[in-house]
């Protein structure tokens, strides 16, 4: 009997089991995915023991855990918020907005990176840790859903421990770094020394190595050196722990203690040492419970496991008495073993012993194999019973074909309020609300309302199952409260309806398709505006109906196949654009007509990809306005545009003549100045060849009357001789001067007229417009200096350069200085590779910062109706820029006159392709 009972038990709760997989899927499912994030870099023991128990403890789960690795690398590269966010983003990118099963963390740093992404990305994901100071156990009391190993607990026991064996102490020397595990294990290490006053402590940090191993060498046998994490020195350089030790231990001429498996190496005494492998292996353990359902709550922070270790060697080199040694020590590399010249016989030996404990271990078998079958059945029996006690479900167990209750569970109590015995007396037909409801049918799940004991209705989730046990056909129930998720789901449907309405009696047309492309929506302003009603097209794939005049996709069409982009090209051309205010949405305008091509309008659509939680295309959604009467306006508006521009280019023609107009008249006032000021040069010299000649002429008459008359003496004929040497040589002179001026003339009006170009010093033409230029300084004492190398020949148009020097210096006489005032002007060249920089320079009043921004605008004048057209600076501009290819630049420093800089070519473009150097005049101011 009592073994039917525990078969119908196991059943019951195998069928328990099998109905929780089923109803409520546990932490672990098909590649239930943890994120481990270890604080430093691979390769780095420390790191990889706790990895690699980590490893071992989850190793034969199932179904098997999906362990992804993250090195936060933070003993090369020095931990920061900036460093953080970075490797942040890199995770985020790789593991996205699925959050994991559990997040595991090696080390103070990887522990402050996982407690930031849960509460920024995964509030409700556990956190487990190793290696951890336990200075933060606090702060991490008020942390929920963590747990894990702190790493430093017994720092200060392990320096009492040696110390005891190492009574003659009197100094301890602690190395460390910066590091923030070294900085926690220092002040769990000062609260131990605090009640030790006699000893010395000295604290080695923030040094080089090297200057860490000149002071150990320094050391005696009544100092004790306490070795603590040491992987960065003060210039930087990274050490393993390994490295840190065999450095130590090869300096010190002290005991040399530790506090971690992975620093005993050769020379070091040994400690209490943490191992990384088993804060690995503890993390791991409470990492498959967790996954299992089957972890502590709240989850446990626990001190490390340690092992008292110590090395033989060194315990002879410092005379420690072994007796003075911790229970459960390990002693590495110990002395031969006496037994050890019975190796040879091991073999044989063991085979004897090994015959003899087969012997007894077949006698011993049939003993045990019945006392294991009787506990395996007890323990099998209280295991189902314990499942069957604590299922967060209610169970009901009932006798067939009769109905009565065989068993309930307290869950089925609890949620009910019966009493045991009262459920007993329950039939399940009597918790159901629904009166004549059909039977339930073995293995169906339904829903059903059922009465507590108190006559409250709740909603339930039902499946039965039955089951032979002996002779007898029991019937095990399966109840589940479901209440709040009915409600869940009737604020759902109440939503939907809500969003429903919203859509429904937006201004807007709105329609949809799901990933089949059928049309899941259509708002009544879809059907007012394409005339195709809801019912006509939703559960079709007809979405183009009432748009297009065809059959053909539409841009939702597109969106859920994937935007590929040929077939927007195809389907839509360039008339596409990504939206700007929703993110992966497309947008754009198009004309549309109807089937029969009796309606059209100009639309303005939008149309967006809908996702579902994992990022996918469900569907897409899309939104059409009505723009005709826009269009409509905006032809309006380009037919006045082009209006307008008509009128524009007719007031620009006429303008473009008024300045020509304005151009020839400058022109012929430029050239009547010019031939005006010629006129009064020519005056002089021509004036005294003709009072000259008057005067030979009246003593020419007189000598002849004198010959004619024969009163002419040798006296008369020297005298007229002489008068008559006198006057030739004045009139040569005042003729030949004439000559110059009219040559000179010629040159620059042939120039200015004909704008040809020739080959030419720069230094001769700049001679020749002094000279012509000489009546603007007549009697104004003003002085013209030129500093320009005889070498320097320039292929140009020497006319237009002669207009804008004329230009500049009849702008430095009548606007830079006062009628009282005698001025200075400078012009220098100078070569630039195949450029000539002309530098004109007056020491005026300058032009004022105000001025200098408008002197090239046209008919822009300080002196409007007293001489000045404004279009002097205009002309110089444009022959600068446009005729000889160069560029012109003006500045006026305060107090210094004007400063003109000319970069000109030395070779100008050619005719053929500059036709503004044909035909250009001479400007006047």
Excluded at 218 to 226: A, M, T
Excluded at 511 to 535: S, Y
Excluded at 631 to 644: A, F, G, H, M
Aim: with cysteine; glycine share 8%; aromatic share 6%.
């Amino acid at each position: 009997m009592q073994f039917q009972r525990a078969a119908f038990y196991k059943r019951v709760l195998w069928l328990m089991a099998w109905l929780w997989c089923v109803a409520s899927p546990a932490l672990a499912g098909d590649g239930t995915r943890v994120l481990m994030l270890v604080s430093y870099h691979p390769g780095m023991a420390w790191s990889d023991a706790q990895l690699a128990g980590v490893r071992t403890a989850l190793e034969g789960v199932a179904p098997p855990i999906d362990l992804q690795i993250e090195y936060l690398d933070t003993k090369r590269v020095a931990p920061s918020d900036k460093h953080f966010r970075l490797v942040e983003a890199v995770l985020m990118s790789k593991i996205g907005a699925s959050a994991p099963a559990l997040i595991l963390a090696s080390d103070d740093d990887a522990l402050d990176l996982a407690l930031q992404l849960r509460k920024r990305h995964y509030p409700q994901v556990p956190v487990l840790f190793s290696g951890v100071a336990i200075s933060r156990s606090e702060a991490l009391a008020r942390e929920t859903r963590i747990g894990g190993v702190f790493d430093d607990v017994n720092v200060g026991s392990s320096l009492m421990v040696v110390l005891r064996m190492l009574p003659a102490t009197r100094r301890i020397v602690v190395v460390h770094d910066q590091s923030r595990t070294s900085l926690a294990q220092v002040e769990t290490l000062r609260e131990g020394l605090a009640a030790q006053p006699r000893l010395e402590v000295e604290y080695l940090t923030d040094i080089p190595a090297a200057a860490v191993q000149a002071r150990l060498a320094q050391l005696g046998p009544q100092d004790l050196v306490f070795a603590l994490p040491f992987n960065r020195d003060a210039n930087g350089a990274l050490f393993s722990h390994e490295e840190a030790a065999d450095l130590w231990a090869s300096a010190s001429r002290a005991p040399v203690a530790v506090t971690r498996d992975v620093a005993m190496r050769p020379g070091i005494l040994g400690g209490f040492l943490v191992s990384g492998l088993a804060q690995g292996q503890a993390m791991g353990e409470l990492a498959k419970q967790l996954i299992s359902g089957s972890a502590p709550q709240p989850l446990p922070m626990k001190a490390a496991p340690v092992q008292a270790t110590f090395d033989y060697p060194q315990l002879q080199r410092w005379g420690i008495d072994p007796d003075l040694l911790p229970p459960d020590v390990v002693v590495l590399n110990p002395p031969p073993n006496p037994l050890e010249d019975l190796r040879p016989y091991l073999v044989w030996l063991a085979a004897l012993f090994g015959s003899l404990l087969i012997i007894i271990g077949l006698l011993l078998y049939g003993i045990r194999s019945r006392q294991i079958a009787a506990r395996a059945l007890q323990q099998s029996e209280k295991n189902y019973r314990d499942l069957f006690d604590h299922s967060p479900d209610g169970i009901l167990i009932q006798a067939l074909p009769a109905g009565h209750t065989v068993e309930v569970n307290p869950r089925f109590l609890g949620m009910f309020g019966y009493t045991a015995i009262e459920a007993r007396q329950l039939q399940f037909k009597d918790l159901r609300v629904e009166a004549g409801a059909a039977p339930l049918t073995p293995t169906q799940a339904t829903e059903a309302q059922l009465r507590r004991k108190d006559g409250s209705v709740f909603w339930a989730e039902v499946s039965a199952i039955e089951l032979q046990v002996g002779t007898s056909n029991r019937a095990v129930i399966n109840l589940r409260d479901i209440t709040d998720r009915k409600r869940a789901e009737s604020l759902a449907q109440e939503m939907e309806h809500r969003i429903r309405q919203i859509y429904e009696n937006l201004p807007v047309a709105v329609f949809a398709i799901d990933a089949q492309h059928r049309v899941t929506f259509w708002n009544p302003q879809m059907t007012r505006l394409t005339g195709v009603k809801a019912q006509d097209v939703v559960g079709t794939t007809d979405s183009w109906r009432g748009i297009y005049p065809s059959k053909r996709p539409c841009l939702l069409d597109v969106l859920v196949d994937g935007t590929k982009a040929d077939d927007i090209t195809r389907f839509f051309g360039d008339n596409l654009r990504a939206s700007t205010h929703v993110p992966g949405a497309l947008e754009g305008e198009g004309y549309f007509t109807n089937a029969d091509q009796t309606q059209g309008m100009w639309g303005r659509f939008c149309a967006s990809p809908l996702r579902d939680a994992d990022g996918r295309i469900t569907g897409a959604i899309e939104t059409m306005i009505d723009i005709t009467p826009l269009k409509l306006i905006q032809t309006d508006l380009e037919t006045l545009n082009r209006e307008l521009e008509a009128r524009v280019e007719t007031r620009n023609a006429e303008l473009q003549r008024a300045m020509g107009q304005l151009l020839q008249s400058e022109k012929l006032a430029a050239l009547g100045s010019l031939v005006a000021g010629m006129a009064h040069e020519l005056n002089t010299p021509i004036g005294n060849v003709l009072a000259v000649a008057s005067t030979l002429t009246e003593d020419a008459a007189s000598f002849s009357q004198k010959l004619l008359s024969g009163s002419a003496r040798r006296g008369d004929v020297e005298k007229g001789a002489l008068r008559l040497q006198e006057a030739s040589v004045l009139i040569e002179r005042n003729a030949g001067r004439a000559a110059k001026l009219i040559s000179d003339f010629k040159e620059v009006a042939v120039d200015q007229t004909s704008s040809r170009r020739r080959h030419f010093s720069l230094l001769e033409v700049m001679q020749e417009i002094l000279h012509t230029t000489q009546p603007l300084f007549k009697g104004k004492g003003h002085t013209v200096t030129l500093d320009i190398p005889p070498d320097l020949e320039l292929d140009s148009y020497p006319g237009p350069l002669e207009q804008i020097m004329t230009n500049l210096l009849a702008n430095s006489v009548h606007h830079a200085f006062a009628a009282d005032v005698a001025g200075a002007m400078v012009i220098r060249a100078e070569s630039q590779g195949e450029q000539i920089l002309l530098h004109y320079r007056d020491n005026g009043c300058g032009i004022p910062a105000a001025n200098l921004a408008h002197i090239f605008e046209p008919f822009y004048t300080t002196k409007l109706g007293k001489g000045g057209s404004g279009l002097g600076m205009y002309l110089v501009y444009n022959l600068v820029s446009n005729v000889l290819g160069g560029r012109i630049q003006v500045q006026s420093p305060p107090g210094e006159g004007t400063w003109v800089d000319i970069t000109i070519p030395r070779t100008a473009p050619d005719v053929a392709t500059n036709p503004l150097a044909k035909g250009v005049s001479q400007p006047g101011f």
